[in-house]
């Protein structure tokens, strides 16, 4: 069994930076497909970027490009989201999430494992 732990929000201005960061005890990710997801209130959850266990392609939501980046820390068992030039729209709780079977995708759906959540709040 996978359980992740998701950290590094906070409250940021606009423009601004976070890392969060998504351990996961149990077994390794090194194969699993991880996934980033947020959802703001009243929203529905959305994919934000993934990463794929079998062939290391990522994958971002139209609107993050260019601004987030997911990454990996084999020797941490831990997954990344640098979010820069952070916007108010951005406002949400942020999940990571695993895919057993290591594809990286947007649809929550098929995901097996979830993290708590963690709050990411941008505003002035």
């Known amino acids: 069994q996978v359980q992740l732990v998701e950290s590094g929000g906070g409250l940021v201005q606009p423009g601004g930076s976070l890392r969060l960061s998504c351990y996961a005890s149990?077994?390794?990710?090194?194969?699993?497909?991880i996934g980033w997801f947020r959802q703001a209130p009243g929203k529905e959850r959305e994919g934000v970027s993934c990463t794929s266990g079998n062939d290391g392609r990522t994958d971002y939501a139209d609107s993050v490009k260019g601004r987030f980046t997911i990454s990996r820390d084999s020797a941490k068992n831990t997954v990344y989201l640098q979010m820069n030039s952070l916007k108010p729209e951005d406002t949400a709780v942020y999940y990571c999430a695993t895919d057993r079977f290591g594809p990286c995708h947007l649809d929550p759906d098929g995901y097996d494992y979830w993290g708590q959540g963690t709050q990411v709040t941008v505003s002035s």
């Open positions: 149990g077994p390794a990710l090194d194969y699993f497909g």
